[in-house]
C-alpha cells in the first residue's frame, strides 16, 4: 500500500506539471482556488472567455480530453494519465466546468455511434473547446423517468422533424451542438420507440430560454423545437435504439473519477479555524467541533474512495462500483455544511451580499446553488437506486408503465 | 499508487475468511453467547495455529513477522465473523503496547506466549465513567505495588496478563501516569464478571490490592504510550468495525430478497432499498477512511493520529449504521434472540465504547487536524 506514482507516472505527472506551470492563467490561480459551489465568477474578467482560451491552449499542446484517441483531439492517454492531469490542474481544472458535459457525455457518445467523417470533423473542436456541447434529454415530463419523453421525431425524406420541448439543459445558452433524445414510436413501450441525435444548436426552429434558478443565477435552460430539420446521417445508433445509447452517454457520467466532488467542508473548517463565538473561538466549541468531525471523515472517505479507483486504474483494472457513492454523499453534505455556516453567523447570516456578507457570503451562495447538486445529474433517490440495483443486486422497481404503448400511458394523475 | 491492499494480503484475507466461515459459525458465535463458555476456546487455539494471532509480531519473538497490514485484513474477518474471543484485547491493545514499549525481557516473555495462543492479555485502563484521560486515572502504583480498581476491563476475566495505566504523580498531566505489567495470575487481583451489552466478549472489574507490578516503559510516559496504542488499536478495530459493518449489509440485503410481503421481495420497496443503500454508502467511506487508517499505521506515517481518528469515527459510525438497520430491514424477526441480527447490533455498541466513544474521538480528530494544519 502506497501513494506513490510509478516511474512513468512519474515522469508524466513531472512533464504535466512542467507544461501547467509555463502556460496556465496564473493570475486567476487565487480567485479559483477561493471559488466554491454557487460562487465560480472572476471578478475582472468573463470566465467563458478564460476557460475556452485555456482549453483552446490545452488542446494545441496535446493536453485536451487526455483520454480520447489523437484523431479525434485527444492524447491517446491512459485513464491513471488522466487522473494524474487533474490533479496536476488543480484549480484551474474549475475552468473545465462549461465543458463537461461536452467532453464527459457528447464526446464519447459521438464516439460510439457517430459516422467517422462525424466524428473527424466535430470531435477535434469539441475537444478544444472551440465548439460548446451539450445534452438535451430530460423534459418537463421526463426528468428522473427520462424515457417518459415526449419531443417528436418524424422522419421526412432524408430529413427527420422535431417539435417539442426539453428542460434542464446545461450550457444549452453558449452551446453549438447537442445531442438530442426524442420519441419516434410513440406506439411501443416507452423505452422502445426512442432515438439519439446530434444537432447545430443553430438551426432553425431551436428557441434557447434560460431558466431562473431559485440561486438567482442561470445555467440551465429551457430549449424549443419547432419543425427543427435533422438530416437523417446525424441519427446515433438504429432508429428505436436511443435508450440504448443513451445509457453509454450517461454510463460515462458516472464513470468519470478523480473529478473531486466539492463537499464543502475545507471552508467550513477553514471558517471555523478563525471564528469567533460568543464564549470563544469556534474550533473550540464541542458542538462545533462535533459537527466538524461528522463531515471531517465524510470528506476524507470520498477522498479515499476516490484514490481506490485511481489505484484500480493505475492497475489498468476496471474500479469497483463503490465510486458511485460521491454524487449522493456530497450533494446532501453541501447543502447541511453551507446551513450550519449560516447558523454559525447568527442573524447575520441572512445578509448575502460579497461586499457586506460573512467571509463574502461564500455560504450563502453555496446554500442556494445547493439543492441543484442533489437533483441535477440523477437525483438522490435515483442514485440510490442505482446503487441498491447495481451495486446490491436488489430487484428493480415494479414499473406499471413498462409494457404499455407509450400513448396510452396515463399522463395525469387526477 | 496503490491505496490497496497487495494480492498475497487478499488471499490471506480469504484464507481467514475461510477459515472462520468454518470454525466460527453463529452457532459457535451462540455458545459464549448463551453464556455456556467464557470464550471460544478452540478457535482461539486454531487462530494460534493459523499464525493469526502474531501475524504482527516479529519473528524473534515468536510472531509472524508480517505486519499491520496483514493484521488488518484479519481484523477485518474478526468483525465480519463476531469472533468471540480477546483477539482485540491481546492482540490490538496488550501486544501492541508491548511492542511499542516493552523491555526485551517483557517482549521475550508475553509475545511468544501470545503469538502460540498461550497467553491472553488486555488493557485496564478505565476505572468506570469518562473517556481515555489521564485525569481519569486514580489508580495508584507507589513501590512497585499498584491499588485501585480497573472497570470495565475487556476480557479481563480470562486474561493472563495486563496492561495497567496507573497514576504516579499529581501535577494533572499527561506526565502523571505510568504503564505497569500485570501477571494477573500472580495475585493481588480480585476478578468480578461484569454483565455486558454484548455477551460473547467478556468485560471484567480488576481489583488491584498491593498488586506487584512492573514498570512498562519509561515513568511519566504512560499517557504518550497509550496515545499511540489507543491509536494504532483504533485503525485495527475500525477493520473489525469495517467487517461487522459489511456482513450486517450482506444479512439485511439477504433478507430483503428472501422475504416477500405484499406480494413481492421486499427489497423491491424503495423505502427498503434505500435504507440499504445508505448502509452501504456508510460501510464504503468506512472502508475507505480505514484503508488509509491501515496505511497510515504500516508506514508509522506522521499522519497516523488523524488517520486514526477518521477511521475510528467512520468505521463507529459505520457499524453502528448498519446493524441498527440490519435489525430494521427483518423487522420483527430482527428483534429476536433466534436471529443473528442482535449479536452485530451487540457488537457494533460495544465497540463504539471501548476505545473512548465517539464524541471522544470526535474532539481528538479536530484537535489533530488543528495541529496538522498549524505546523
Not at chain 1, 462500483?321 to 450550519?340: F, R
Amino acid at each position: 500500500m502506497n501513494f506513490d506514482d510509478t516511474p512513468q507516472e512519474a515522469e508524466f505527472r513531472a512533464t504535466a506539471r512542467a507544461w501547467i506551470s509555463a502556460n496556465a492563467p496564473k493570475q486567476y490561480e487565487e480567485e479559483l482556488r477561493k471559488s466554491s459551489l454557487g460562487r465560480t465568477q472572476l471578478k475582472n474578467a468573463n470566465i467563458l472567455e478564460v476557460a475556452k482560451a485555456w482549453q483552446k491552449k490545452k488542446a494545441d499542446a496535446g493536453w485536451a480530453c487526455l483520454h480520447w484517441p489523437k484523431e479525434y483531439g485527444g492524447r491517446g492517454a491512459s485513464p491513471i494519465e488522466r487522473v494524474i492531469w487533474q490533479q496536476e490542474e488543480g484549480p484551474f481544472g474549475k475552468l473545465s466546468h462549461m465543458f463537461i458535459i461536452g467532453h464527459g457525455m457528447c464526446g464519447p457518445t459521438m464516439m460510439a455511434f457517430a459516422r467517422e467523417e462525424h466524428k473527424r470533423k466535430y470531435l477535434p473542436p469539441l475537444a478544444s473547446g472551440e465548439k460548446v456541447w451539450c445534452q438535451l434529454f430530460s423534459e418537463p415530463a421526463g426528468g428522473s423517468d427520462v424515457a417518459g419523453l415526449r419531443t417528436r421525431a418524424e422522419k421526412d425524406g432524408d430529413e427527420w422533424v422535431i417539435n417539442g420541448q426539453k428542460i434542464w439543459t446545461s450550457g444549452a445558452h453558449y452551446s453549438d451542438y447537442g445531442i438530442l433524445l426524442t420519441r419516434t414510436d410513440p406506439t411501443v413501450p416507452k423505452h422502445k420507440g426512442l432515438t439519439m441525435f446530434f444537432l447545430d444548436m443553430k438551426s432553425p426552429g431551436v428557441e434557447v430560454r434560460p431558466i431562473k434558478q431559485a440561486s438567482g443565477a442561470s445555467d440551465f435552460n429551457e430549449v424549443y423545437f419547432t419543425n427543427v430539420r435533422i438530416p437523417d446521417h446525424q441519427r446515433l445508433g438504429e432508429v428505436g435504439d436511443g435508450w440504448n445509447v443513451s445509457l453509454t452517454t450517461l454510463m460515462n457520467e458516472r464513470m468519470s473519477i478523480g473529478a473531486g466532488v466539492s463537499t464543502g467542508f475545507p471552508e467550513l473548517f477553514e471558517y471555523c479555524s478563525s471564528l469567533m463565538l460568543d464564549d470563544g473561538p469556534a474550533i473550540e466549541d464541542r458542538a462545533v467541533r462535533s459537527k466538524l468531525a461528522n463531515w471531517a471523515v465524510k470528506a476524507s472517505g470520498l477522498r479515499y474512495t476516490s484514490m481506490r479507483a485511481i489505484s484500480a486504474l493505475s492497475k489498468g483494472e476496471r474500479p469497483g462500483p463503490e465510486n458511485s457513492i460521491g454524487k449522493l454523499v456530497a450533494g446532501s453534505m453541501i447543502q447541511d455544511v453551507a446551513t450550519y455556516a449560516l447558523d454559525l453567523q447568527g442573524a447575520a447570516g441572512v445578509v448575502s451580499g460579497p461586499e457586506d456578507a460573512e467571509v463574502a457570503g461564500r455560504f450563502q451562495a453555496m446554500l442556494l446553488r445547493a439543492p441543484g447538486t442533489r437533483v441535477e445529474g440523477g437525483t438522490d433517490e435515483i442514485m440510490r437506486n442505482i446503487i441498491a440495483e447495481r451495486v446490491l443486486g436488489l430487484p428493480g422497481d415494479i414499473r406499471v408503465d413498462k409494457d404499455v404503448p407509450f400513448n396510452k400511458i396515463p399522463t395525469k394523475g387526477r | 499508487m496503490n491505496f490497496d491492499f497487495s494480492d498475497d494480503q487478499k488471499q490471506l484475507r480469504d484464507q481467514a475468511r475461510k477459515f472462520l466461515a468454518e470454525k466460527c459459525s453463529p452457532k459457535a458465535v451462540r455458545v459464549v453467547l448463551d453464556g455456556k463458555a467464557p470464550y471460544d476456546k478452540e478457535l482461539w487455539k486454531g487462530l494460534a495455529e493459523m499464525g493469526f494471532l502474531g501475524v504482527a509480531i516479529p519473528e524473534e519473538f515468536g510472531g509472524a513477522g508480517a505486519g499491520h497490514l496483514e493484521l488488518c485484513v484479519i481484523a477485518e474477518e474478526m468483525g465480519r465473523a463476531n469472533a468471540p474471543v480477546p483477539f482485540s484485547s491481546t492482540v490490538y491493545l496488550a501486544a501492541e503496547a508491548l511492542l511499542i514499549a516493552g523491555s526485551d525481557a517483557q517482549k521475550k516473555k508475553w509475545l511468544p506466549a501470545i503469538a502460540s495462543g498461550e497467553a491472553i492479555g488486555t488493557l485496564a485502563l478505565f476505572e468506570g465513567k469518562g473517556n481515555p484521560s489521564p485525569k481519569n486515572v486514580k489508580l495508584t502504583a507507589a513501590n512497585g505495588v499498584l491499588n485501585g480498581v480497573k472497570k470495565p476491563v475487556a476480557d479481563g476475566a480470562i486474561a493472563d496478563f495486563a496492561v495497567v495505566a496507573a497514576r504516579t504523580g499529581s501535577n494533572g498531566r499527561d506526565g502523571d501516569i505510568s504503564l505497569f505489567l500485570v501477571d494477573l495470575k500472580a495475585g493481588g487481583v480480585e476478578v468480578k464478571n461484569l454483565t455486558n451489552l454484548d455477551p460473547t466478549r467478556g468485560q471484567a472489574e480488576i481489583t488491584f490490592k498491593d498488586c506487584k507490578a512492573e514498570p512498562l516503559g519509561a515513568a511519566g510516559e504512560g499517557w504518550s504510550i497509550l496515545t499511540q496504542v489507543l491509536d494504532r488499536a483504533a485503525v485495527l478495530c475500525a477493520f473489525e468495525q469495517v467487517g461487522g459493518a459489511d456482513r450486517a449489509l450482506e444479512m439485511g440485503r439477504d433478507y430483503a430478497l428472501d422475504r416477500i410481503a405484499f406480494g413481492r421481495q421486499i427489497g423491491s420497496f424503495q423505502a427498503v432499498k434505500h435504507m440499504l443503500a445508505d448502509m452501504y454508502v456508510s460501510a464504503t467511506l468506512a472502508r475507505s477512511n480505514s484503508y488509509y487508517g491501515a496505511w497510515a499505521l504500516s508506514t508509522n506515517a506522521a499522519e497516523l493520529p488523524e488517520a486514526a481518528a477518521a477511521a475510528r469515527i467512520s468505521a463507529t459510525q459505520a457499524f453502528q449504521h448498519c446493524a441498527k438497520n440490519n435489525i430494521q430491514v427483518h423487522g420483527g424477526m430482527g428483534f429476536t434472540w433466534e436471529f443473528d441480527c442482535h449479536m452485530y447490533y451487540r457488537r457494533a455498541n460495544t465497540m463504539a465504547l471501548g476505545l473512548g466513544s465517539l464524541s471522544y474521538w470526535e474532539d481528538q480528530l479536530i484537535d489533530r487536524m488543528r495541529k496538522k494544519n498549524a505546523a
